[in-house]
């Protein structure tokens, strides 16, 4: 769990990206070494090579097949797997994604701007838990899918619920739903609902046959 909030407490991606697509092509001395130093920003993508590395243990050269047989490294995959899933689903429960009304200046506020936007004006209570968050979101989405993505399918009840738990506490929360998506790519990849529509016909026709068989 400590290693992913270490992983994911850096600056956003998305961030880092912004500033340094908002410099111009001739800056001054000053502003290139800013703009060198923004690009050496650390993110949660330079921890990615290490995470697949761990999650391509099966694969690894580096183990002697002798003293770490295939069986044992693909216990110790499913063990990885699942403290990776566990951590992840328990970051989402302690971080405080509530919002609070931002704070106008002056007294004046008959003039305020009138939207149907419902975070408009709305700012996080506790910033570097949304830092954290919608960095483990980014995490989630490049790093899970492409890697064994068939553990991941005992996790899918458990994960989809908590994260409707968690929309329904912060429901203008949009990582939440990025969340649901990312569940739901490793659904289609896995044919998770075609496997259940299949095995629920197989049940009803099996029902049927017992029911004529009673009868």
Known sequence: TQALIRCCSHPLKSTVEEELENYEPNVSEDKLKSLLSIGKTITYENYLPLWKSLLSVISLKEFDTSAYPIFER????VSLYDEIIESILHIIDRLDLSVEKEKQDG???????TTTDPIFGMRPVKP?????FYNLVDFCQDLLPEQSPELFLK?????LYDIIATSTKYPLVSGVYRFAT???NICLKLDYFKSNRATTGAEIEMMEIDINENE
């Open 74 to 77: 693909q216990n110790m995959l």
């Open 107 to 113: 007294e004046n506020h008959d003039d305020e701007t």
């Open 128 to 132: 570097i838990d949304f830092q954290i």
């Open 155 to 159: 996790w899918i009840f458990r994960f």
């Open 182 to 184: 990312f569940v739901m």
